[in-house]
Each structure stands twice: as structure tokens, then as C-alpha cells.
């Protein structure tokens, strides 16, 4: 079974504590293995982005779409760091989402999102996404509850345009314990280097765990369609997190059969001009 198949969530309702986040499906191997893994993906994976990167000179309008969602400290930036990173960062649009600033607010709240959508050839990644809108959105009372209906809706109606429009979808939620986060904010807390990545906020939010796993809950249970599935990724384990998300993007990556793109000019024509240059 591949891993597309072994993370995709089921349709119908969503139960998160039903998922171990501490496991490792569909690898069968530990965290040393994983790195060296997760490591000799990147020739293949780099090549593949290229060669999406390389179609837009045909003009096909096939683009990527990778959404990362998850509690804090769930590794949306290590994920960007060690899985991205195996990529050209020439073909990578990479757009992090933080609180909407007031021209935003002022738009509906795909207005910002819609900006960020990659172009033909690129592989696009959402830090953070418009699932916040239902999210935070939900918990905090950002919005009435049927502003938050509405949302559902929306989110579906743009993500189906995009499928249309000949944007491959990968959404994946990067699934933690609580147990867990309180590990990796006391670990923050703990070394200097790592305070900047640390805010107060971070505990107000945590004391609405419940509040934001039962969001989570019903935004993956409404929003996973066929154009768009959730994959949900166990993410205890940095490295299972970081190969997980690597082999997905490779598995989608060569499920659209990529190749190069034909030259638009005469090779034989090209090859005359340069043997006749006579610059040195």
C-alpha cells in the first residue's frame, strides 16, 4: 500500500484520538533509517519538481498545492526545512500565515489566500492556511457560528476551482499529542536559540486543546472531497514526520507522469549558430 492510500483519512466523521500520533504506518523503519531515507528521496523528488517547474514552458497548467496544518509545535518549519528543503527553491512559493492584517480583514477570507495560489509549474506550500479561518476561527468566536458555516462551503467551492484549474491538492495535517507539544515548548523554553520560535500565547492556546481538536474534527470531516483529501500524518516522531510528508509529495509528484518539456526551437538550427560563433 502506498502511503497516499495508508494516511488518507477515511470520509465521514473524524475522531483524532482514534490516531496514534506516536506511530510510524506505511515506513517500517527507525529514526536513524528514516533520515538516510528521507535523504535518498531528494535526486528523485528534486527531479520531478523540476520537471513540473520545466511544463510550464509547454504551457501546462499543472501546479502543486501543499497545506500544512497543525497544533504549535507540530512541525510545519521543520517539515519546510528538512522535506521542502530537498527541492530547487526556484520552483517553491512558500507563503506563511499569520494573524490577517487589517487590509485583509477588510476582504473576505480567501482574499489573502487567493494571492498565494502558486502559478503553473510551482510547487506551492501554505504554512499555516485558510483552514484558520475555521479553526481559530471556530474556537476564538473570530467569526458567528454561521460566518464559520458559510466557510465550509467556501473552502470547498475554491479548492474544487483550483483541482480544476489543474492544481494538484496535497493538505496534510501534521497530527501531535499534547503530551508531546508540552515536550517540545519546555524544549524551547529551555535553550536560547530557540526563544524567538517561543510566545506566552502559545500556553492561552494550549489550554484549548479540546476546543481546537474538536475544530480540527469537524474541518477535516467537511472539507476532505475527492478533488482535496486530508492526510493525516503522526507527528511525535520528527523523523517519521518529515519522510512521511517527503514520500507523499514524491508518490503525488509521480502519479502526474511528468517528462520534459519539448524544445520550442530547432536543436540542429542552434547547434549550426554556436559551431559558426566565433567569440572567445
Avoid at 502511503?3 to 473524524?14: I, K, N, Q, Y
Avoid at 470531516?221 to 500524518?233: F, K
Wanted: glycine share 6%; hydrophobic share 35%.
Amino acid at each position: 500500500m502506498s502511503l497516499l492510500d495508508e494516511l488518507r483519512l477515511p470520509a465521514g466523521p473524524v475522531d483524532l484520538r482514534k490516531y496514534d500520533t506516536n506511530s510510524a504506518p506505511g515506513v517500517g523503519a527507525d529514526k536513524e533509517t528514516g533520515k538516510q531515507v528521507l535523504a535518498e528521496l531528494g535526486p528523485t523528488l528534486m527531479e520531478l519538481q523540476t520537471k513540473m517547474f520545466a511544463s510550464k514552458e509547454s504551457d501546462d497548467p499543472r501546479r502543486m498545492l501543499l497545506v500544512l496544518q497543525g497544533m504549535d509545535t507540530s512541525g510545519k518549519g521543520g517539515v519546510l526545512k528538512h522535506t521542502v528543503g530537498l527541492v530547487d527553491p526556484v520552483g517553491v512559493k512558500i507563503t506563511s500565515f499569520k494573524a490577517p492584517t487589517e487590509e485583509e480583514r477588510a476582504h473576505d477570507f480567501l482574499w489573502r489566500i487567493e494571492k498565494a495560489v502558486p502559478g503553473p509549474g510551482y510547487l506551492g506550500v501554505f504554512d499555516r492556511s485558510h483552514y484558520e479561518d475555521v479553526l481559530i476561527g471556530r474556537v476564538r468566536e473570530l467569526a458567528s457560528p454561521a460566518e464559520i458555516e458559510r466557510r465550509y462551503g467556501a473552502i470547498n467551492d475554491f479548492e474544487k476551482r483550483l483541482a480544476d484549474e489543474g492544481t494538484v491538492i496535497l493538505k496534510c495535517m501534521l497530527h501531535i499529542s499534547p503530551k508531546e507539544q508540552k515536550k517540545r515548548l519546555l524544549a524551547r523554553l529551555e535553550d536560547r536559540t530557540k526563544h524567538w520560535k517561543y510566545s506566552p500565547g502559545d500556553i492561552d492556546e494550549r489550554r484549548l486543546w479540546s476546543s481546537y481538536q474538536e475544530a480540527y474534527e469537524i474541518a477535516l470531516e467537511r472539507t476532505n472531497t475527492e478533488y482535496a483529501p486530508w492526510y493525516l500524518v503522526p507527528s511525535d516522531k520528527k523523523w517519521y514526520r518529515n519522510l512521511a510528508i517527503g514520500e507523499l509529495l514524491l508518490e503525488t509528484l509521480d502519479r502526474l507522469d511528468l517528462d520534459w518539456p519539448p524544445p520550442r526551437f530547432d536543436i540542429a538550427e542552434e547547434k549550426r549558430r554556436l559551431k559558426e560563433d566565433r567569440i572567445s
